[in-house]
């Protein structure tokens, strides 16, 4: 690190938090400048100070006492839109990482993380970076796939075997989508064999189910 960062760390586990501030202690690029164990305390020294006191970064616990972390994510950044975040938690949910990071944190890092990994990360996200642990960067990763059209959910099955995929959700047997469609029994059994595996399922309701979740019948 070329420059000294300036450090708050908001961590109510008073072990972790002295095992953070230690490691930092020993880190020439960086200063812990303050230490908190709740973002309520946090929030009002950013508030209160002026904006060239602001910390260059913020290592930020999500699960807190009163105020949580995801909540004091969006105050964070209104009080000090300069200042970085990386979430350092226990939690490796998808939903908390897809939270954080949409509400405007730089990092993520689970507590598992190695202290190394953790100044490297810092490092990263003064220089522009977004350094995600390995364990949750999946969960951007598959939010950040796009999502298949309508179109081409349908395109999953025939023109036929949509058709029966209708009369299969509508409740119809196979004995009586042939009589429907006037067509033969096996024709619909190999139609219906051909939908079970194309949505990789074994039965009609969790065809139908499958079918639900995939958009087949949106308008």
Do not use: C, W
Not at 101 to 121: F, H, M, P, Q, R
Not at 128 to 146: E, F, H, I, R
Not at 190 to 195: P, W
């Amino acid at each position: 690190m070329n420059k000294i960062i300036r450090i708050m760390l908001i961590e109510d586990n008073s072990e972790y938090r002295d095992v953070i501030r230690l490691a930092l202690e020993q880190e020439p690029g960086v200063q812990l400048m303050s230490h908190f164990g709740t973002a309520e305390i946090a929030l009002r020294t950013l508030q209160q100070a002026a904006d060239e006191e602001h910390p260059e970064l913020i290592l930020l616990d999500l699960r807190l006492p009163g105020m949580d972390g995801i909540a004091a994510i969006p105050v964070i950044r209104e009080a000090a839109p300069e200042t970085k975040i990386i979430v350092l938690s226990q939690s490796d949910r998808e939903q908390d990482v897809l939270h954080a990071i949409s509400l405007g944190a730089a990092g993520y890092l689970v507590k598992s993380a190695t202290l190394d990994e953790i100044t490297e990360s810092i490092a990263s996200v003064i220089n522009g970076g977004a350094p995600l642990d390995k364990s949750v960067a999946k969960y951007l990763v598959n939010a950040l796939q796009p999502k298949p059209s309508q179109a081409e959910e349908q395109s999953l099955l025939s023109e036929r075997e949509f058709e029966i995929m209708k009369l299969l959700s509508e409740g119809l047997v196979k004995k009586e989508i042939a009589a429907t469609l006037g067509i033969g029994y096996s024709t619909v059994d190999t139609h219906v064999a051909h939908i079970y595996r194309k949505l990789e399922v074994s039965n009609a309701p969790s065809a139908v189910d499958q079918a639900h979740r995939l958009g087949l019948f949106s308008n």
